[in-house]
């Protein structure tokens, strides 16, 4: 190696790992490239030790792929895969969350419902409770004072329509005299 490259071996085995690196890369898609790096890196490190072995006298240890270049139109395509690649996950993420704020605006508008629901049903309840007690006291009070007036018509020895007089009578005395009006 020495007697044909002379002490400039270094230049050779760079300028060679490059052209086959280069070479080989070739083989692979622009996706694949950057997607499986790993993979990538394997079978570039094979090529590359089968020519250095059989022509360079050299062995390679290891291969680490610091820097690919590129050109500037694919570098430029790769930024903006990316930048639109984080816009639709930016997308979908603000999706995501309106879906949950539509869904909790829902949820929170049924129990509001439930509430209003609840609410209209125990006034209703009150109320019809209320209507129902007042009319067992009604009736309660009325067949009392029916069965009073019945005994004092049977004790004064009273008629019908003396009863009667006697109400309109009892009426007009309990009412205050300015609300009351008289038609004889």
Same mark, same amino acid.
């Given at each position: ?7 400039e071996y270094e230049k050779y085995f760079v300028r060679t790992a490059?052209? *086959? ?5 070739? #083989? ?10 790993? @993979?990538?890196?394997? =079978? ?14 050299? =062995? ?11 050109? @500037? !139109? ?11 690649? *984080? =816009?639709? #996950? ?5 999706? !995501? ?5 539509? !869904? ?13 629901? #609840? @609410? ?14 007042y009319c067992k006291q009604y009736n309660v009070t009325q067949d ?7 005994a004092l018509m049977t004790s004064a020895g009273w008629t019908p ?11 007009? *005395?309990? *009412? ?9």
């Open positions: 190696m020495y007697n044909h490259l002379g002490v490059i052209d *086959r690196l280069t070479e080989s890369a070739t #083989n692979y898609s622009a996706h694949f490239f950057f997607s499986n790096r790993t @993979r990538l890196a394997g =079978d570039l490190q094979s090529a590359l030790m089968g020519h250095f072995e059989t022509l360079g006298y050299a =062995d390679i240890i290891i291969l680490q792929l610091n820097s690919v270049r590129l050109p @500037r !139109e694919f570098e430029n395509a790769i930024t903006a895969s990316q930048v639109a690649q *984080r =816009d639709i #996950n930016i997308s979908l993420t603000q999706r !995501e969350a309106n879906l949950v704020n539509f !869904e909790t605006a829902i949820l929170r508008a049924e129990k509001q419902v439930e509430v209003v629901n #609840n @609410r209209a049903a125990a006034e209703a309840q009150s109320i019809e409770a209320t209507n129902e007690g009392l004072q029916s069965t009073a007036l019945a329509t003396q009863l009667l007089e006697y109400l309109k009578i009892r009426t007009v *005395r309990e *009412r205050p005299s300015q609300r009351t009006t008289v038609q004889m």
